[in-house]
């Protein structure tokens, strides 16, 4: 019985040591954010606090449309993306037909290829189709990209839904679309959710394609190149205005998190065929 203790005190202990090593950037950004004129990466607490930055960052800068095209990004990520997804994987999870492995394969390749070395193929495509500039572009390969990867997440779960349940509709005269939106997709909603969240925040912090793509035209830029221009651009070095930005333009993520976190229960098929 001692033995239990100590352990569940060891275990404790351990949970609320790795809560406070994840809160700790988060909060350090809020506190930089609150700071007067940090222009130096080796301050570690401000001598002076003020809410002057929130108030510059939309009066001095363009950040309610950085805020706004990151959001309309991810959102439209995340809806194309579990869309993709859900209809690629009950393909590959419950179609047979030739050539499925090596397609599936062809997807993982796809995941593992370095993205620093397409930059310049996916910079090609965008001068290529006239997407330089444009949300669309942005939209169309951020999508994609997170499409491939989710694809590899959401296999193994679709796999885990009784085939029995796709027999007896069949059986009933179901057709395969009915099946995947009436029975399939309301037993996949964790995964669906793990979907959705994950695109949109892959989409909303995506950085690299987007300052490479996104050159001219402040306004137009998405959320985290624009932040980065108030760090290395016409703003000059202040990191409480970038923390300030930080800590706003976080707060669609926490929304959409929050909104779908209801869905992360598993187990949902249990008991939807009986033995």
């Known amino acids: 019985m001692k033995r239990k203790k100590i352990t569940n005190i ?26 007067a004129n940090v222009i130096s990466t080796s301050t ?30 991810g959102l439209m990520t995340m809806i194309i993306s579990v869309v993709l997804v859900s209809i690629t994987i009950y393909v590959f999870s419950r179609l047979k037909f030739y050539g499925k492995q090596k397609l599936f394969n062809f997807i993982l390749l796809i ?14 495509i ?33 796999d885990t839904i009784p085939y029995e349940l796709d027999e007896a509709a069949m059986m009933d005269g179901a057709s395969k679309f009915q099946i995947l ?3 399939t ?8 959710a793990i979907i959705a969240i994950q695109s949109f925040v892959i989409a909303y912090n995506e950085y690299t394609i987007a300052s490479a ?14 932040l ?16 300030a930005g930080a800590v706003i333009g976080s707060i669609p993520m926490i929304i959409i998190f929050y909104a779908l976190q209801k869905y992360f229960i598993g187990g949902l098929t249990e008991g939807g065929v009986k033995s």
């Open 44 to 73: 570690f607490i401000p001598k002076e606090y003020t809410f002057e930055n929130f108030k510059r960052l939309f009066s001095d800068t363009h950040f309610t449309s950085w805020l706004g095209n990151s959001f309309v990004i």
């Open 213 to 226: 793509v996104m050159t001219t035209g402040v306004e137009s830029l998405p959320l985290a190149v624009g």
């Open 185 to 192: 997709l309301p037993l996949a909603k964790p995964m669906i």
């Open 181 to 183: 939106t009436k029975i």
């Open 126 to 158: 965008f001068v290529e189709f006239g997407l330089l500039n444009k949300s669309i572009g942005l939209i169309v390969v951020d999508a994609t990209l997170a499409s491939a990867g989710l694809i590899m997440l959401a296999k193994g779960y679709f």
């Open 228 to 243: 980065q221009s108030i760090i290395s651009g016409q703003y000059g070095i202040n990191w409480s205005l970038y923390c």
């Open 111 to 124: 995941q593992i290829f370095p993205l620093t070395l397409s930059m310049v193929s996916i910079f090609k």
């Open 10 to 35: 060891l275990i404790q202990t351990m949970l609320f040591l790795l809560a406070i090593i994840t809160l700790f950037p988060f909060a350090y950004i809020i506190l930089i954010s609150l700071g």
